[in-house]
């Protein structure tokens, strides 16, 4: 007899667990070690709606200055699926002189209730921040669709 397993939900990013995935990057015990993780880490922001930390995450050069989230727009956030060679990725961002990256991602999302889909590829850069530690930013992104 097989059991449905009552395993705990897992990140908003798709990841196994909040705690051991895009927690600790936004509770700021840890630093995102790729472009990947940071670009998941905002993705679970925005559905915590942690306008801080997506703005503490933001390149200088490009962060709004504008609130980012509106309170009439309900907005809920449904799954995350990145499309970039993940693995290939990964191993690259592991380079300690990588100081760019992209990361191709389709994100579903409600607004008022009405379904969206938002087809992004985002442009990270890593730069020494504050307390010198080397950190990835998000840029900005394009839109291939
Ligand atoms: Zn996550």
Redesign the pocket.
């Given at each position: 007899m097989s059991k449905k397993s009552t395993a705990p939900a897992g990140?908003?990013?798709g990841?196994p667990a909040?705690a051991t995935?895009?927690g600790p990057y936004i509770a700021g015990t840890a630093i995102a070690p790729t472009a990947e993780a940071l670009m998941?880490?905002r993705y679970?922001a925005y559905g915590q709606r942690n306008e801080p930390y997506l703005l503490a995450t933001w390149h200088a050069s490009t962060r709004p200055s504008e609130p980012i989230m509106s309170d009439e727009e309900k907005v809920q956030w449904l799954g995350l699926e990145v499309k970039s060679a993940l693995r290939l990725r990964q191993r690259k961002a592991e380079d300690a002189d990588l100081t760019k990256d992209t990361v191709e991602f389709v994100a579903r999302f409600k607004i008022n209730g009405r379904a969206q889909r938002l087809h992004e590829i985002s442009n990270f850069v890593r730069e020494p921040a504050e307390g010198g530690d080397l950190r990835w930013f998000y840029v900005d992104g394009s839109f291939p669709e």
């Open positions: 990140c908003p990013c990841g909040l995935c895009c998941r880490s679970t």
